[in-house]
Every structure is written in C-alpha cells, then in structure tokens.
C-alpha cells in the first residue's frame, strides 16, 4: 500500500463522511458546515491527482464564494420558514428512486473496466498544460464560456436592479 | 494538434451575431429612455444583415472548423437560417409588448440575440462540451428573459423554475458526459460513436452516461416524463418570450439532439436498434399525455404549452425511424420544424396583439374576439387548423411528409398514433375557435382598447401568407431541405 492509496483513502473517508453530514445534519448551518469541509476534501482529491490548479480553484470558488453565498442566504432567511422534507408528500418514492439510482451506479462501476483499465501512474497537469489547451484546443469553448459570464451578469443586473414602479 | 483551424472565416456569422449583440448593448446606453424600441430595430437590421452574411459565407461548404469541434455544413447552414429568422421575428413581435410591460428594455433584444449565438453553436457542434457550453448560453439568456416582467409574481415563480429544472437536467447531462468521458477519453461524436459501435461493446458506465445525456437533453425539449416544468413556465413566462422559448428554443434542441443521434448512436447499430425503441415509447408517451391534458386546460398558454409538448412527441417519432430509411425523414423533420414555427408564429404573435395590455389569459375571455378584430382571430384561427394538421395549410403538408416518411421507415403504427394525437389536437384547438366566433362575450366590446402597431402587422401578415404559401407550394423550401438529407445516407 503506497502513500498515495493511504492519503487518498483518508481524504474520501472525510469527504463521504462530510457529505452525509450534510444530508442528515438537522440543523441547516451544520449542514453548510459539512458542506464546505466536503468542498475542501475534494480539493484535496485534486492535489494528490497533482492538479493543484484545480484544487485552488475548488478552494476559491466552492470552498469561498459558494458556501459564503449560502451562509449569506441562511442569515437573510428565517429558520422557521424552511419547509421540512417532510411536508412533501412524495419523498419516500423519491428516496427509493435515489437508492435506485445509487445501486445502479456503483453495479455498472464494478461491472465496467473503467476502474481496472485506469492508468496506475498520475501525471501532473501543470497550470502550464491546462493554460495552453485552453487558449488553442478549447479555445472555441472558453470564448463561448465569455459569453455565458456576460448574459449571467447582465441578467443579474436586469433582475436585481431596482425601478420605480411597473406594473 | 489544431486542425483546420485556418477557416476561422467559416465562423464570420457567429463573430458578426457576437459584435451585433454587443453592439445591441452598447446602443441601449445611448438610446434614451422611451425610445428603447429603436434597439430592438437596430437588431433587426442587423440579423437580416446577418441572413445575407450567414448565405454568402457558408452557403454550400461542408468543412469541419476547429480541431472538429464545430462542423460547418449545409444542416448547421439552414438551422442558422431558421434560428436568425425566428429571432427576427420574436424581436419584431415583442417590441409593443416589451414597451408596455417590461423595465430594462434594451437588454432584452441583447439577450433575444445572444440566444441565437448559442442556437446557431449547438447545431454545428461536434463535440459535447462545446454543444454543453452553447446549451448553456442559450439556457442563460432564456432563464433572464423568462423572468424578466419581475413585478409579476407569475413570472418570478416560471423563472425559478426554469433555472433549477434547466440546472438539473444540465447537471444530469454533464454527468453522463463526464461516464461516457471516463470509458472513452474524448467528447467529439466521432471518437464516441468509434468505440460504441465496436461490436459487442457493452460497458454498463459508457450506457448510463449515454442514458443521461439523454435525459438531459430530454428535459430540454419537454419530453414527457421530463416535461413539468413546461406548462407553468410557458404560462408565467412574457408571451413574446413563450412563442421564442416553444419556437426557436424548442427547434435547437431538437436540431442538437438530431445530430447527437446521427453523430453518436446511429453508427453503433446494436446500440440503436434498443434506442429506437426507447425513442418510441417517449415519442408515445409524449404525443398521448401533451394532447391528453391539453384537452382540459383552461388558459390559452397552459393549452399551447400541452399542444408544444405534443409536437415534441410527433418530432421525437421522426427521430425514431433515423437509420431504417434513407435521408428522407431528416428532410421531412426539418420542414416539419419550419412549418411548425411559421405556424406557431401566427398565433403568438396574434395572442401577444390581443394580450400584451390586459390581463386575459383565459380560453373564453377571447370569446367575440372575433367581431372586433377579425383579422387577429383569423390569425390565431388560421394558425390553430394548421397547427391540427388541416389541407390547404402548411401544417397538413408537414405531416403529411413527416408521417409518411415515418410509415416508409416501417413505423406505421407510430405514423397512426400520431395522426390520432392530430385529430385529439383538433378538438382542443377547436374549443378555442369556437370560443372566437361562436361564444357570446360577457361584456361588449371586451377587446376594444387593442391597438397594434406596425412591426406586429408585418409579422401576423408574413405568417399567415406564409403558413398558407409553404402549406400550397413547398417546393422551394423542400429543395433546400432536400440536401441536409444527405446527413442520413
């Protein structure tokens, strides 16, 4: 058993355990607790795959802006207003129908050869690397995704911005 | 590494659709208020001008652009026709409605534009993530314009909506893209369709990711059971933007998913042969529940909605018999599309006319509509028969092509599944005419304060000469259509 095996193992034990806090948590701010410490741990999975871009980016942006965002949107509601899961009437058949899914997912994963023909050796992925298949074989892509940003914050703007009146 | 990436002038209609957007922007600062209508012209000008490019740059070239990513050929060519026209259109029809209800006018033709740069990528994609990227930024651009009267609640709960089923089921394609990545190594069509068609091939993960991607794309285009968010989104969202959302919106989704069937599935024939049942089931399923329910809907936008979800099913049952006939069926499919916006077109547009400054919304608030503006009932009238698939009009010769072709492909029982859907659709577009000419109205002169103005005129006008011409002498269109066919030999 390499280094490796054992850091990743005890990044996934924190991450899986995490991310059911998140769900079984009955307290909403715990839940977004757990939240970020299972943003964190996957920007732990990017740096044992030696993609420490990535896992500054997850840092940044699920780590900080996200979970910020919905620490921000807990303090500006009000507890009680939250309806419970259990006032929908259907969540028993949508948590057989998430087992389901789960059970078919992780069968057709040990059927596959995915995880026995996976390469054993990681190669790093450089910011250098991923810089350059940006800007020239995803160079069409990433224009586009200029774009996206653009209608997003114009939308932000448009939605949010105050007018007197209408009607 | 980079392949053909010396064309980038094949891609001049999507640079000049970007600088025209922007240009959109920036005329919006400088138009003052109260003339916001003026965008929404230079717009116009602009796409027409941008038809005439779109013709004289790619216009019979079939060249992959872009490490293959992007595929420019005749099918991207008259889907980008379509597209730029429906966007015309939808610009020229909201502008009395976009005056009357809506703030921040000018970033609404901005955002109307940016749509059809994310229409026009997605047809020509070749490759997922760059399909996903301009489904995105077509999803962006319709979720603000869904929400845009925000001082009406009905529309704030319709964008709501929209943004998270369209998140999720982006999120579900993504995930599916991201299994069949894991087996394959590569997003192009192509490298996928290599190794599904591999025989024997049968990697559950490769199937499950495959499976999602439909599912998303599925959720995109209404399919039932992926179609709930449709009727209350259409029903809250502005009436320009429900006739662009079950129009342009509706035929890029459908033209993504065509080309992710030729592309990806249709080489692997084993893998087809299941899907196709599958298609099927959907295609039923969705004809059966969108016109089943529209029959009991109230409100004229909640019935369009069921009968949009009901054409789906019809366009989903063409895609069925890919592969067991030649080309034909894609050329019917896309007459089919085009007839079917032309059509839809003449009653939104009459709809929105009638609409855009009161509160109806009710079938039988249109009632004596007919007295007192005879040629906007005509219009919806004329629209709705074409629409059930009535002769003389374009909707009776699209399914006419459409069915038989599907009938050629051996699918004859699908072919009269959907001819019943038709003659359900009948009755339901019936009981809205019935309530136009026939119902007495509750108060006189219940439509007396519609005024509509000329760029309406022109589109009522052009539609319903157009939803007759193509419906008597399709010809022209067909040959045109005649050649993205090729695609299926």
């Known amino acids: 058993m390499n280094m490796h095996l054992v850091i990743f193992s005890v990044i996934s034990a924190v991450l899986i355990s995490c991310a059911l806090g998140v769900v079984i948590s009955r307290n909403i701010v715990h839940s977004a607790l757990f939240l970020l410490f299972a943003l964190i741990s996957v920007a732990g999975i990017y740096l044992v795959l030696l993609t420490e871009f990535l896992a500054i980016v997850q840092l940044l942006i699920y780590g900080g802006a996200i979970v910020i965002v919905i620490l921000f949107a807990l303090m500006l509601t009000r507890n009680e207003e939250y309806p419970r899961i259990q006032n929908n009437k259907l969540w028993p058949i949508a948590g057989i129908l998430s087992v389901l899914v789960l059970i078919t997912l992780s069968v057709s994963y040990f059927q596959s050869d995915v995880i026995r023909n996976a390469s054993t050796t990681i190669s790093p992925a450089g910011v250098k690397s991923l810089g350059s298949s940006l800007f020239t074989t995803w160079a069409i892509p990433f224009e586009l995704a200029s774009l996206v940003l653009l209608v997003a914050l114009i939308g932000a703007i448009v939605i949010a911005r105050s007018d007197k009146g209408g009607n | ?489």
């Open chain 2, 1 to 489: 590494m980079i392949e053909g990436s010396n064309n980038l002038l094949l891609l001049t209609p999507e640079f000049v659709l970007a600088g025209l957007a922007l240009l959109v922007f920036t005329a919006d600062l400088i138009i003052p208020e109260g003339k916001k209508e003026w965008v929404g012209r230079i717009a116009v000008v602009g796409l027409i001008g941008l038809l005439f490019v779109t013709a004289s740059t790619v216009m019979g070239i079939t060249q992959p652009v872009y490490n293959n990513f992007l595929l420019v050929d005749h099918y991207s060519f008259v889907f980008k026709m379509i597209f730029i026209t429906v966007g015309i259109i939808t610009i020229l029809m909201s502008e009395e409605f976009v005056k009357t209800n809506l703030t921040s006018q000018g970033e609404y033709y901005g955002l109307v534009l940016l749509a059809i740069l994310g229409m026009n990528i997605l047809v020509q994609s070749q490759e997922f993530l760059t399909a996903y990227i301009s489904l995105e930024l077509l999803s962006f651009c319709l979720y603000v314009l869904v929400g845009y009267s925000k001082f009406n609640p009905k529309s704030n709960e319709a964008a709501i909506k929209y943004i998270i089923f369209g998140t999720f089921s982006s999120a579900i394609l993504l995930y599916g893209l991201s299994m069949v990545y894991s087996v394959v190594g590569s997003t192009l069509y192509s490298d996928i369709a290599q190794v599904l068609s591999t025989s024997g091939f049968m990697d559950p993960v490769a199937m499950l990711g495959i499976t999602f991607i439909m599912i998303g794309i599925a959720f995109k285009l209404g399919i039932v059971p992926f179609h709930s968010w449709i009727p209350d989104v259409y029903e809250g969202a502005p009436i320009p933007v429900t006739a662009y959302l079950a129009i342009g919106a509706k035929i890029a989704a459908f033209a993504f998913l065509a080309r992710v069937v030729i592309g990806v599935m249709l080489p692997a024939e084993e893998l087809w042969s299941s899907w196709k049942i599958i298609f099927a089931i959907l295609a039923i399923s969705t004809m059966v529940i969108g016109n089943g329910i529209a029959i009991v809907q109230t409100k004229v936008k909640r019935m369009l909605a069921y009968s949009s979800i009901g054409h789906s099913g019809v366009l989903l049952s063409g895609i069925v018999v890919f592969g067991s006939t030649n080309g034909i069926v894609l050329e019917s499919l896309g007459y089919y599309l085009v007839g079917y916006a032309v059509t839809s077109f003449a009653v939104f547009s009459a709809i929105t006319a009638v609409t855009y400054n009161n509160n109806i919304e009710l079938i039988k608030d249109f009632a004596g509509l007919s007295d007192e503006k005879p040629l906007l009932s005509a219009s919806i009238a004329i629209g709705l028969f074409s629409l059930a698939g009535l002769p003389l009009f374009v909707g009776f010769t699209i399914k006419f092509y459409l069915f038989s072709s599907i009938s050629i492909g051996g699918y004859l029982w699908l072919a009269g599944i959907a001819v019943l859907a038709s003659l359900v659709s009948l009755y339901y577009y019936l009981i809205m005419i019935k309530s136009m000419y026939v119902d007495v109205p509750e108060q006189e002169r219940a439509h007396a304060d519609i005024t509509v103005r000329w760029p309406m005129w022109i589109v009522i006008i052009l539609s319903i000469l157009m939803t007759i011409a193509l419906g008597i002498y399709p010809d022209p269109l067909v040959n045109q259509l005649n050649e993205i066919s090729d695609l299926l030999k």
